[in-house]
């Protein structure tokens, strides 16, 4: 017999998921969409702290979406629903937009930086150390290092949040949108 539970202690995995875990959704972007797999589990950590996104994919859906998973107080799950909205080559130009107080996106949309708002200039992202891991092969894929910025709005009274993601190792910027879900809107299956 193979022995799933050795799978959490290869990366963060709050969740812990394995590679037959399906999960379904009963409320935010991801509702009655039918179920969906967990793929790739992905290990940020930032100084002392650690948290999770959870790549999740669908054979009914061709998008993937990412769970991003934070324990806090009390062990207390957080939990955030993200979508690839765009990627950016490496650009000086975009660099410079990054981490600035404000960004709008090109829809429109103006978020506000959610670290340290009140200060005006540009912060320079958080670094973060990452490993990715393929839940089916039992795998460390890779490992790199990222410059992360958080921003947030109010989207007719739901907060949506935006996460730029840098590779250091690519300069690649991935940019991602998404919303926080409450643990009580999603039912992950273990087999």
Same mark, same amino acid.
């Given at each position: 017999?193979?022995?799933?539970?050795?799978?959490?202690?290869?990366?963060?995995?709050?969740?812990?998921?394995?590679?037959?875990?399906?999960?379904?959704?009963?409320?935010?972007?991801?509702?009655?969409?039918?179920?969906?797999?967990?793929?790739?589990?992905?290990?940020?950590?930032?100084?002392?702290? #650690?948290?999770?996104?959870?790549? &999740?994919?669908?054979?009914?859906? !061709?998008? =993937?979406?990412?769970? $991003?998973?934070?324990?806090?107080?009390?062990?207390?799950?957080?939990?955030?629903?993200?979508?690839?909205?765009?990627?950016?080559?490496?650009?000086?130009?975009?660099?410079?937009?990054?981490?600035?107080?404000?960004?709008?996106?090109?829809?429109?949309?103006?978020?506000?930086?959610?670290?340290?708002?009140?200060?005006?200039?540009?912060?320079?992202?958080?670094?973060?150390?990452?490993?990715?891991?393929?839940?089916?092969?039992?795998?460390?894929? #890779?490992?790199?290092?990222?410059? &992360?910025?958080?921003?947030?709005? !109010?989207? =007719?009274?739901?907060? $949506?949040?935006?996460?730029?993601?840098?590779?250091?190792?690519?300069?690649?910027?991935?940019?991602?949108?998404?919303?926080?879900?409450?643990?009580?809107?999603?039912?992950?299956?273990?087999?």
């Amino acid at each position: 017999m193979f022995d799933l539970s050795d799978r959490s202690k290869k990366v963060f995995n709050p969740l812990n998921v394995n590679a037959n875990s399906i999960i379904e959704f009963s409320a935010g972007p991801l509702s009655n969409n039918g179920i969906y797999r967990f793929k790739k589990i992905v290990e940020f950590s930032i100084n002392e702290s #650690k948290y999770s996104r959870y790549l &999740l994919y669908s054979k009914v859906d !061709d998008d =993937e979406y990412v769970m $991003e998973v934070h324990t806090g107080n009390n062990n207390c799950i957080e939990t955030y629903i993200y979508y690839l909205s765009d990627t950016v080559p490496f650009s000086e130009e975009f660099l410079e937009v990054v981490g600035q107080k404000f960004l709008t996106t090109p829809d429109g949309f103006e978020f506000e930086r959610t670290i340290m708002p009140y200060k005006e200039e540009r912060i320079d992202g958080a670094q973060a150390k990452v490993k990715i891991y393929d839940i089916e092969t039992d795998r460390t894929e #890779k490992q790199l290092v990222v410059n &992360l910025w958080d921003y947030q709005r !109010d989207a =007719e009274g739901i907060t $949506e949040y935006l996460n730029i993601e840098m590779s250091e190792e690519t300069g690649l910027f991935k940019i991602f949108v998404g919303e926080g879900i409450e643990d009580i809107f999603y039912k992950i299956y273990q087999s």
